[in-house]
């Protein structure tokens, strides 16, 4: 069992940056692939980026690559996204997700799942 807790959201303007931190409770964090996900209104939750217990291993939506960096802190049990050069479509709530197993798109296949932050980006 894993509990997550997201932070760092909140409103910036478009090009702007901003980092998300996901902490995560217990002592087997470094056995979970992490992934980010969001939500926007109306619409179904997209994956965002994901990253191998190791670290060795990312992948990213291709609508965040080259913008988006996800990483980790097994010492620290925090994964974290950061995001730059925003774009106002970036507008969603964001979720870190945690599963036992490979690195996957499908929200599904997380056991694990944060309350969500907000990220609002203004034009």
């Known amino acids: 069992q894993v509990q997550l807790v997201e932070s760092g959201g909140g409103l910036v303007q478009a090009g702007s940056s901003l980092r998300l931190s996901c902490a995560a409770s217990g002592r087997t964090f470094s056995t979970y692939t992490m992934g980010w996900f969001r939500q926007a209104p109306g619409k179904e939750r997209e994956f965002v980026a994901a990253i191998h217990r190791s670290g060795g291993y990312t992948n990213y939506a291709d609508s965040v690559k080259g913008r988006f960096t996800i990483s980790r802190d097994n010492a620290k049990s925090t994964v974290y996204l950061q995001m730059n050069s925003l774009e106002t479509e970036d507008t969603a709530v964001y979720y870190c997700?945690?599963?036992?197993?490979?690195?996957?798109?499908?929200?599904?296949?997380?056991?694990?799942w944060g309350q969500g932050t907000q990220v609002t980006v203004s034009s």
């Open positions: 997700a945690a599963r036992g197993g490979l690195v996957t798109l499908m929200a599904k296949e997380y056991d694990y």
